[in-house]
């Protein structure tokens, strides 16, 4: 028999290897899949009445709330870490942003509402907006329909743990801190970065004594 020429060779080493690799790829992506759609079906759903949905190409209006709530707080730990929620007085809000997406533009605007905007709140009258909050998700989103005529039509709250999860999820992120500083209340301080002025990586914990 003659013998194969080199690119035969090559063909059929690439055919092994394209056989035996292909399965383990489309089982990782398989696998990846899975783990996504996992971990979005475990995050907790809010039923509220929102503004009737988009199509999936036309633009939308997401509500994001930063929430100070320790509802989630379960363990001796968590409360050391958080408070709980009956010495806190309830929920607050001190990031309200609208994030507006268009697929179609490929284009996003976000607009925030300071805590202490003065707003017409549906059934409540003037007050801080943060007051819409305090009764619910639900009252801030009949105020900005009411008030700003925004329409939201989904809904995202992040609490401490899930911020603290977010960062670390990331890997850290970095801020420039200018100057030596420390927060007694919040548990932030300068001591691991030796006092030096620059840009630091902050993991979950540290961001969210950062942020508060």
Not at 41 to 61: E, F, Q, Y
Not at 162 to 176: H, N, R, T
Request: net charge negative; hydrophobic share 40%.
């Amino acid at each position: 028999m003659a013998p194969r020429s080199p690119a035969r060779v090559v063909l059929g080493r690439f055919a092994l290897a394209l056989a035996v690799t292909l399965p383990m790829v489309l089982g990782g992506i398989v696998g990846v899949n899975a783990f996504i759609d996992q971990k979005v079906a475990s995050i907790p759903r809010v039923k509220l009445n929102t503004a009737p949905n988009t199509d999936s190409g036309a633009p939308a209006n997401f509500l994001l709330i930063g929430s100070d709530s320790r509802a989630f707080v379960q363990t001796p730990d968590q409360a050391q870490a958080f408070g709980d929620q009956a010495g806190n007085g309830g929920q607050h809000s001190d990031t309200l942003m609208v994030v507006h997406v268009d697929p179609g533009q490929q284009t996003g605007y976000l607009v925030s509402f300071p805590r202490d905007l003065e707003v017409d709140i549906p059934g409540m009258g003037k007050q801080k907006i943060n007051a819409a909050y305090d009764v619910g998700p639900q009252k801030v989103i009949d105020t900005l329909a009411q008030d700003f005529n925004i329409p939201i039509q989904h809904y995202f709250e992040v609490d401490f743990q899930s911020f603290q999860g977010i960062v670390d999820a990331m890997g850290g992120v970095s801020i420039y801190i200018p100057a030596p500083a420390r927060d007694a209340e919040s548990g932030f301080q300068f001591i691991p970065f030796n006092f030096h002025p620059g840009c630091y990586v902050l993991d979950g914990s540290q961001a969210l004594a950062y942020a508060r």
